[in-house]
């Protein structure tokens, strides 16, 4: 909203500052930092009153899980307020790809809110069944994927990018929507599988939110995509600022979320990000990408379809645990070190991902 202050300058004063788009991701970058500090104290203290008994924890999981008892769940309310109040803020509020962004951010944080109210309220871990959430989920990926096709230029709509092979599109026509609906709900999910230990989802989500945000950036300005070589997508620079809040926000929390946690971000943040990271790669035609820049997420969500399908083959499991973390976990390493460790390996697959700007 602070966008239209424009209107008050004259091409030289402080109010033409809100026409640049880095200056406004800054400033919604401190407003969802600032936030998440003012608010994280009192809304943990909330969720530990209405809680109890916090999130529960599984019976099968690593034995050091169990001293986490009693801790509040739903702390990702954090994130997402201050990433919807920051975003609304500074982002241009005509803008579409933001619009799409922020739907399917809220549709998955609120799936993710039932969940968490329905394993807290029983005190079990089951939550909404898998098939109503894999449903919603995929209802909500569909409208999004939708209305991208429809807010891309008629040259992009409905067309898959691929990285390095510049020029190269590949024409998907009415399968773009279901490409777009696995993408979004599969990112969801594999963050939602991520997150596991205290810290461990969260820094990967900024990492990969704060490097499809310069993808987004690069692709919505025509200077900086024809000297790369990439696709040109207008309109998609206004998703910096959505990154940034999202990052403020994480940091935020992570405050907090730090080990030991003293709140949980639970299915509430980690569909909502994870929706949202997909939703990104879509706008931005990077899905594939996206995969790279996430590939903690897809080795995340990959240890659980191998586990379960060879399980089933063989009455015998390929991990310790899974998803993957756990398995460290079972063999002994501690946790700071799988967290620490992993946070390594997401920033090392974001460069590698913001280096396909340059191969071509």
């Not at 900024?206 to 690069?218: D, E, K, P, S």
Request: aromatic residues 12%; glycine residues 12%.
């Amino acid at each position: 909203m602070l966008y239209w202050l424009i209107k008050f300058s004259d091409g030289g004063d402080v109010f033409n500052l809100f026409r640049y788009i880095t200056f406004r991701a800054g400033g919604a970058f401190f407003t969802a930092l600032i936030f998440g500090f003012i608010f994280g104290r009192p809304l943990i203290n909330l969720l530990r009153r209405k809680q109890k008994k916090g999130q529960p924890i599984r019976d099968d999981g690593p034995q050091g899980h169990f001293s986490k008892a009693g801790t509040p769940t739903m702390g990702g309310l954090l994130i997402l307020s201050a990433l919807l109040f920051s975003t609304v803020l500074w982002a241009r509020t005509d803008n579409a790809y933001v619009w799409i962004v922020l739907f399917v951010t809220v549709c998955f944080g609120l799936i993710g809110f039932a969940d968490d109210y329905a394993k807290v309220s029983k005190n079990n871990t089951k939550g909404v069944s898998g098939k109503l959430r894999m449903g919603l989920g995929l209802l909500v990926a569909g409208f999004a994927g939708y209305a991208a096709t429809q807010v891309h230029s008629a040259e992009l709509s409905g067309q898959l990018a691929l990285p390095v092979f510049k020029d190269v599109l590949i024409n998907m026509g009415v399968f773009f929507v279901p490409f777009a609906m696995i993408v979004i709900v599969g990112a969801a999910n594999a963050v939602n599988l991520t997150d596991g230990l205290d810290g461990l989802a969260i820094m990967p989500v900024m990492i990969a939110a704060g490097t499809l945000g310069v993808i987004a950036y690069v692709v919505g300005n025509s200077n900086f995509s024809e000297y790369l070589d990439v696709h040109y997508v207008p309109g998609t620079g206004e998703i910096l600022i959505f990154t940034a809040a999202l990052i403020g926000g994480g940091l935020g929390f992570l405050w907090y979320n730090a080990p030991p946690a003293a709140v949980f971000m639970g299915d509430t943040g980690s569909l909502a990000l994870g929706g949202a990271l997909g939703a990104i790669a879509v706008a931005t035609k990077h899905e594939i990408v996206l995969a790279i820049v996430g590939g903690l997420f897809v080795v995340e969500a990959l240890s659980v379809i191998i586990q379960v399908l060879y399980f089933k083959r063989t009455g015998k499991r390929v991990f310790l645990m899974a998803p993957i973390h756990h398995h460290f976990e079972k063999k002994g390493w501690a946790e700071p070190q799988i967290v620490i460790r992993f946070w390594i390996i997401s920033l090392i697959l974001a460069l590698i991902g913001l280096a396909t700007l340059k191969l071509r």
